[in-house]
C-alpha cells in the first residue's frame, strides 16, 4: 500500500522538475550526489543548515520548504540519509506546510510569490506549468490531497529522530554550535572533505598524540585562563592602573579594548563555553580522520557536556558566553550580534537544541567520560605537570601523551638547575632530596595552631623586636590553621621536579618514582583538588614566594574551574613514600639548635656530590683547619666537651676577680706591637673588662653546641660522619643544650654572647653583630616566619608550649599530633 505522505513527497519533486515517480528517492546515488553538489550542498552539514533553514522559528519560505524535500529525497539516493530519518524530516515538514497554508492552493501560491520576489519570470523554468500539472493531479483524484495529508500527518507513530539519538550520541548536538550533525558514525569525505587541512591551518595539528594534546588543553585550561587572569586582575585595579594595563599589552589593545568594555559595562565575565564546545568540534575532526575511536571521540565530547552542563543552565548561557569568548578572541565586541548567530539553533521547533541542555548527557557516558579523562592524566608526571603550572602555564600544553622535547627547553632546565638550584647530572635524581622539606611544613603548621590561639611567641626579645611587616606576616598565620602546609614546600619541590626531567640528564625511572611519591603525600595530606588548593591559596596569601608576583589567582582559577587538570588526576592514595627524608621532631630540634650561623636546617643532611663536598672542605679549612673525618670527630669531641667556652673559664673568667690585673695586661699589649693571635687576646679582653655583651654573666655554652650541629651538618654532607655518628653527636648536643639552659631566650643570649666574644678582629663587626641579633630575633619572634624554626619547637628538656595542630601534617615523634 502507497504510504500517502510519500506519495505527497513525490508530487511536491514534480514543482523542482522531476518527472513523477510514486518513490521520491527512484534516483541513481551518482546522480543524486551530483544533484546536491549542483544546489550547494557538497556535504552533510550543509544539508542539516539548509534542513533548519526549512523550520525557522518565525514564519517559513515556501521555498526553502520545496528546496527541503528535494535535498532529502536526493540524501537518501545518495546514501547520505537513512529512508526512515528522511522520512522523519518529511514528516516534519509536512506538519509546517500543511498547517501554514489552507490548501493546495494557498501552498502553490506562496511558492510562486517567493519566485517573483526572486525575480522569477513566468516561463522562465517550465515552474509555473509544474504548479499547474500538480494541481490538475489532485483535481483529477490522480494525487493525494490536502485532506489526506492532513489525516496521513495526523496518524501517531514510532518515528526515527531528526538527530542521532542512540546511547553516546546525542552529545553530538553540541556541534551544532559549528555544523548540525545530521548522522553517524562520521563519514570524511561526506561530512567534512577538508578536515585535515582544518587541524593543520587553524590548529596546527597534525598527529593523533598533537590532537590529544590539544583537547586536553582546551578541557583544562584553554584560552579563558589567560582572559579569566586579567578579568579578575582588572577587577581590583582603579581607572588609571586599568589604562596603563591596556597600553602595556603592546599589539593586544583591541582585545584589552574588549575586555575592559565587558568590566565596565558589567558583563559576566565568564567565556568557558568558547573552549568547551571546540573541544566538541575536535573531537568530532579526530574521529572523521580516524585518530580517535568513536568511543575516545565520545569521551572527550562527553567532557565538554559534563564541563558546560556544570556551568550553564540552559542553552542561552551557553549562547552568550561562548559570544563573549569569541569577542575576545577575536578582539571585536560580537555579543550584540547573538541573535543574529545563534537566532536558528535556538528557536527552530526541528534545531537540535531543542531538548534542555542538562538532558544530554546519559548517565552511563558522563560516568565512562570522566574515567577517560583521569586515565589520560594517570601517570604521576602529570601532578608533576598541574604543580608547576601555576608557575609556567604553558606546561598544560604536555599532558596526555608525552611529546619529544625540543633543545631550547632542554637548554633552560639545565641553565636553570645549573645556575638557579646548583644541581648538576652527577648529583643524580636524589639531588632533589634536599628540596623536599617536611620539617618546614611543621614549622609552619604549628606557627599557625599556635597563632589561631593567641599562643605565638612574645614579641620583645632580648635584641630588639620584629619589623611591623614580619609580625603582620607572622600572625596572618592563623588564618591558614585548617589547611596543612605541606603544599607550600611540595609546590616549589615540584616546579624543580618539572626542570630535572626537562633537562633529559637524569634517570627517568628515578624521577617517576619521585613523582609518585609526591603524588601520594599530596594525595593524604588533602582528600581532593579544591583542598590543596585552597590549602595552597591560604599560604600563597601569606608567604608569597620573593622571586615573583602572588600566585593566588592561578591557585584560585584552578580551584574553581571544573575543567582544571588538578580536578582529573589519579587521587587515591598509594604506599606511603616521601620523596625525601622526614626527620623526627627531636631530630628537627637538635638540628634548630645551629641557629642563625647556617640558614635553617628544614631537611636532614645528606651526602653531597663531588663539587659541593668541594665547597664544604673549603669551609671547613678556611673556619676550623680541619681536613679530615678524624680531625673533625676529634674537634666535634672538643667543641661538646669544653669547646670555646672552656677558653674563656681559664684564660678569661679569672681577669672578672683582679681588675687591675686585667688593666695591666691590657696595657701591655697596647704598649706594643702585637700579632694577629695578641690582638685577638687584647680585644677579648677588652670585652671582658667592658662585660660586652654580658661575656661576664652569660654562659656561653650555646656558643659550642651551635658550632658543633654545623660542624656535624657539614661532616654529615661529607659523609665523613655516618648516621650513626652524626646522630650521636645530635644527642650530645641536645643534651647539653638542656643542660645549660631553660629555653630558646637564654640559649639566644648564650649564643649571641659567644658569637659576640670570640669574634675576631674586623672591621666590620658592628654590621655583624647587628644582622646576627636581627636574625635571633627573627629566630625566636617567627617573624617572619621562615627566618628559623625556634618559634614552633620546644626547647629540649622544656615543658611543652604549643597547640597541637588540626591535621597530621606533622613529624613524627610529636605527642600532640592529634589523629
Sequence with gaps: MVDPLNAWWAQQLVLCGWAFEPDPTAVSAELAAERLVYLGVEERSELGWRLLEALPPGAPN????LDALELLALAVAAGWLPADQAGVWVKRLGEEICGHYRDLDDWLKALLSVRSG??????????FEACEALARLEQDGDGVTWEMLAARLAHRESLAPLWPSAPGESVWRLRAAFAPTLALPPSPGLDWPDVGAWLDEVWQVHSRDELIRLLLWLAGQGDRYGWDLDASRLLELD????????????????YGHVLLTFVARGEPLEWAAWDWLRLVELAYAGWCMEWLSQEEAEDFAGHALDLLTRRYSDWMALVNAYQRGRSLFEARDLTGEADRDWHLLLQSPASPWREPLAGLLEDPLRERSRAAMRAWRSEPRHWVLALASIREPDLLYRQGVAAPLSAARRDDARGYLRDTLGLFPDDGADGLRRYWLPAQAHHLNQLAADASHGALPKTRTPFGEPPAAALA??????????????IHMAEKYAFYLQMVMDSEEFDAAALADQAESLRGVLCRFYPDARRLLSAWAAWESVLPDGEGPLLSHEICWHRDDPGSPFHWLDWAPGAWQEPGDRPSLPRFTALALVGPLNTSAWSEPLPESPR???????????????????????????????????????????????????????????????????????????????????????DMTAWDIAQAVDLAIAARQLNWLDEAAFAAALERATRLAAEHY????????????GFSFFMG???????????????????????????????????????????????????PGDARTLH
Design 62 to 65: 515556501a521555498l526553502c520548504q
Design 118 to 127: 526572486e525575480g522569477w519570470v513566468r516561463g522562465d523554468d517550465g515552474f
Design 239 to 254: 581607572s588609571g592602573e586599568r589604562q596603563a594595563w591596556l597600553a602595556g599589552l603592546q599589539g593586544a589593545e583591541p
Design 473 to 486: 606576616q607572622r600572625n596572618a598565620l592563623a588564618g591558614c590553621s585548617r589547611h596543612a602546609a605541606t
Design 612 to 698: 659541593e663536598c668541594e665547597a664544604i672542605r673549603e669551609w671547613l679549612d678556611s673556619h676550623y683547619g680541619l681536613h679530615s673525618a678524624e680531625g673533625v670527630a676529634e674537634f666535634l669531641d672538643f667543641l661538646l666537651g669544653s669547646g670555646d667556652r672552656q677558653e674563656y673559664q681559664i684564660n678569661y673568667a679569672p681577669y672578672t676577680l683582679n681588675g687591675a690585673r686585667l688593666a695591666s695586661e691590657i696595657a701591655t699589649l697596647e704598649s706594643g706591637d702585637c700579632g694577629e693571635e695578641d690582638r685577638n687576646h687584647l680585644l677579648r679582653l677588652a670585652r671582658v673588662r667592658d662585660n660586652e655583651d654580658g661575656c661576664n654573666d652569660i
Design 742 to 753: 631553660g629555653g630558646w631566650s637564654a640559649y639566644a643570649r648564650g649564643l649571641y654572647a
Design 761 to 811: 678582629e674586623t672591621e666590620e663587626r658592628a654590621a655583624f653583630l647587628a644582622s646576627f641579633r636581627e636574625a635571633l630575633v627573627a629566630w625566636l619572634t617567627g617573624a617572619p616566619p621562615l627566618a628559623g624554626s625556634w618559634a614552633s619547637l620546644d626547647f629540649p628538656g622544656a615543658r611543652p608550649r604549643h597547640w597541637a595542630p588540626m591535621h597530621i601534617d606533622t613529624l
